[in-house]
C-alpha cells in the first residue's frame, strides 16, 4: 500500500541575514519571520510526511504556545516525525518540493539542501527533488514579502514483503 501527503508553508520576511532553508544557510539579505528558526521548506515536508501517514500536523506536534518550541531546530521537528512514520510501518518513496521565492536564486543551491533533507530523513538524495520559483514581481512573494514551500511525498509500508 503507498500513500502520497501534500505540505504547505509560508514564513514572513524581514531585513537581516541567513535564510534557513531545507536546513542550508543561504546568505541573504532577508530572512524568514517565525516561531521556530522559520524553516520554510522542512515545515513543508514534516507536513507532508505527517499528512501521508495521518499522524497529525507540525503544529499539533510542536505548537507554537509552548516556549519549548521558540527557536526550535526544524531539522529536529522534520526527524521527530520521520522517526514517528517508521514506527508506524512506513518508508519514504520519494519527496519532491516547490519554494516560491522572488530572491535569492535556489538554483545554485540544490545539491547541498537535497542533501541535508536526505540525511535527515535517511532516504537517498536521489530520491528528494527540489524546484524553485520566482512571484513573477507580482503578491507577497513577488514583493519578498514572503517565501513559500510546497512538498508532496509519497510513502509505502516498510513490512510490504513480509
Ligand atoms: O520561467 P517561469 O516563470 O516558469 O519561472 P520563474 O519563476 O521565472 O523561475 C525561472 C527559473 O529560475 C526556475 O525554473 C528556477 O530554475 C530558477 N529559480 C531559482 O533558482 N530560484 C528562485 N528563487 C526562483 C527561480
Ligand atoms: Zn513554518
Redesign the pocket.
Known amino acids: 500500500m503507498a500513500r502520497i501527503g501534500l505540505g504547505h508553508d509560508l514564513h514572513r520576511l524581514e531585513p537581516g541575514g541567513g535564510l534557513v532553508l531545507g536546513g542550508v544557510t543561504i546568505p541573504h539579505d532577508r530572512r524568514a519571520v517565525g516561531h521556530s528558526d522559520a524553516d520554510v521548506l522542512l515545515h513543508a515536508v514534516t507536513d507532508a510526511l505527517l499528512g501521508a501517514a495521518g499522524l497529525g500536523d507540525i503544529g499539533e506536534l510542536f505548537p507554537d504556545t509552548d516556549p519549548a518550541n521558540r527557536g526550535r531546530d526544524s531539522a529536529g521537528m522534520l526527524a521527530e516525525a520521520a522517526r514517528r512514520l517508521a514506527a508506524a510501518g512506513w518508508r519514504i518513496v520519494n519527496l519532491d518540493c516547490v ?1 516560491f ?8 543551491h540544490r545539491t547541498a539542501i537535497r542533501r541535508r533533507i536526505a540525511g535527515i530523513l535517511h532516504v537517498d538524495e536521489e530520491a528528494v527533488w527540489l ?6 514581481g507580482v503578491g507577497p512573494v513577488g514583493a519578498e514579502e514572503a517565501i513559500a514551500a510546497e512538498c508532496v511525498v509519497l510513502i509505502e509500508r516498510s513490512d510490504r514483503d513480509e
Open positions: 519554494i521565492a522572488q530572491r535569492p536564486k535556489i538554483l545554485p524546484k524553485a520559483k520566482t512571484g513573477e
